[in-house]
């Protein structure tokens, strides 16, 4: 079998266990991935700031003995510090700014065997569902139809799993941005419970808590894979999650049966979502009964519209503090066009939240949290949409527009379009996106399975479960080295 052919039916586990054997190599396998590259980015401008030679020294110098030894791998362009490979944060702000240390992520992500060589695009700061920053010289596409955004903000990770190019990515996830990709792209997205994986040393918390690691990938497989490796608090953590029953790895085995599954065929607060995304909530629902979990059409009863609200106030604060910071670093003004327009706005709106207000919408989100925890006393799930509509056309969420409270809670806007994901942000809750539905053009469409805080490996097993009944491994997008 050709080295093409063995990348693409093998995920990131599957070829770490070929280079065990000695069947291929760690440099053929960055062969593979170079090259795939070279034929794909430029069509979906998904991978920077690539390091190709520190991935040849990385393994000619021996890679750790990981579960992942061998397999080639890309950070996203936000978070995860590492010496070895600078970033932009997605802003011209921050191009190509370097790190002094490793990041705790980073440095369980290496112990692994990982191969990494390279970046991923993001929107500036993380902001927003879609990624088009302005660094990049043009938004990333999604490999499944190019007039349509891959998500965001791990979008370019998203977009490079699924195009082929690596078998997973690094992302992140302060309100979706793991699983609004991984819906976008038809990829597996887990977000695990608040303080799961390690923040430090660069920062305590992101975005108030709200924000944390993760991963985008075509197997479930690789997500527990890479969890297990990377879970836990790092050195002075300031909270950390609850135990794991087990490790993730084991909960893939896990087949309960007779749950109490809710579902919901609207938004949070009642409103109605595109007839596709509706769809694939009720086909879910079926296949759940099928096997053998009992359905309730039913909601949370919280304040999702004072959650998103307080929730803006606080990404608006982490915006200007990431941009002050950057200023008062090297001790000249911002220049003009550094910062896109959606941050600009971020800023302004920021300087307009006293200290008070700040706490005052920490403690809606804490609170809200509380209303979500009362509802999982009677439900073992939450099934709804990932996303209230299909993959939104490039441009539709730009970062030009200045109003940043209107492109995030207008009509039409952020919100209306991502509804689910940041609900379980602000709870801290384990949440995850499957991809169980395409419409009829072909984009695809994630279910949104989300439980009670803590239980991520029971989470893990629902979509190892998921997974095994309707598989998705094979389904590939038009725009993908695999033929």
């Known amino acids: 079998m050709s080295i093409s052919a063995l990348y693409d039916i093998e995920d990131a586990t599957g070829l770490a266990a070929h280079v065990a054997r000695g069947d291929v190599s760690p440099d053929e396998l960055l062969d593979e991935a170079l090259a795939r590259i070279a034929a794909l980015n430029p069509q979906i401008n998904a991978v920077t700031m690539m390091r190709e030679d520190t991935a040849r020294g990385f393994i000619a110098n021996g890679l750790p003995d990981g579960p992942l030894k061998g397999v080639p791998f890309l950070l996203k362009d936000l978070g995860a510090e590492a010496k070895d490979f600078p970033s932009n944060s997605g802003s011209r702000l921050f191009a190509n700014t370097r790190y002094a240390k490793d990041s705790a992520i980073y440095e369980r992500l290496k112990a692994t065997g990982l191969v990494t060589f390279g970046r991923t695009t993001s929107p500036e700061f993380g902001v927003g569902p879609v990624t088009e920053a302005s660094v990049y010289g043009g938004p990333t596409r999604n490999p499944w139809n190019l007039d349509h955004t891959p998500g965001g903000s ?10 082929g190019i690596v078998p997973a990515a690094h992302g992140s996830d302060g309100g979706g941005s793991v699983r609004i990709p991984a819906s976008s792209c038809g990829l597996f997205g887990f977000k695990a419970t608040r303080a799961r994986l390690p923040d430090g040393p660069y920062v305590g918390e992101g975005w108030a808590g709200m924000a944390i690691d993760g991963f985008l990938t075509r197997s479930v497989r690789d997500t527990a894979v890479l969890l297990d490796a990377t879970q836990g608090p790092d050195l002075g953590a300031p909270y950390v999650a609850p135990p794991l029953e087990g490790t993730f790895l084991e909960a893939l085995s896990r087949r309960d049966r007779g749950l109490k599954i809710a579902f919901a065929t609207t938004s949070l607060t009642g409103e109605a979502i595109h007839p596709e995304c509706r769809a694939a909530v009720e086909k879910t629902a079926r ?7 009992n359905l309730e059409e039913a909601r949370p009863q919280a304040d999702t519209p004072g959650m998103m609200a307080a929730w803006t106030k606080i990404v608006a604060c982490g915006t200007a503090l990431s941009v002050d910071s950057a200023v008062r670093k090297r001790g000249e003004a911002l220049l003009s066009g550094e910062i896109e327009g959606i941050a600009r706005g971020a800023v302004a709106y920021a300087r307009t939240v006293n200290g008070s ?14 209303e979500m925890a009362a509802f999982f006393q009677n439900y073992d799930l939450l099934l709804t949409a990932t996303l209230a509509e299909p993959p939104a056309a490039i441009g539709r969420f730009n970062h030009q ?3 940043y409270v209107e492109y995030r809670m207008g009509p039409g806007r952020v919100f209306a379009y991502s509804p689910f994901t940041a609900a379980f942000n602000a709870s801290g809750q384990p949440a995850a996106s499957v991809p169980l539905h395409w419409t009829d053009n072909g984009l695809p469409v994630g279910i949104h399975l989300a439980t009670a805080y803590g239980r991520d490996t029971f989470l893990m097993g629902i979509c190892a479960a998921l997974e095994e009944a309707a598989p998705w491994f094979d389904r590939r997008p038009p725009l993908s080295a695999r033929r």
């Open 154 to 163: 791990s979008g370019g990770a998203a977009a490079s799993v699924a195009a």
């Open 287 to 293: 296949l759940l009964e099928s096997m053998g979990h």
């Open 357 to 370: 207000e700040y706490l005052e919408a920490i403690n809606k989100v804490h609170a809200y949290g509380r």
């Open 401 to 403: 527009p200045e109003d």
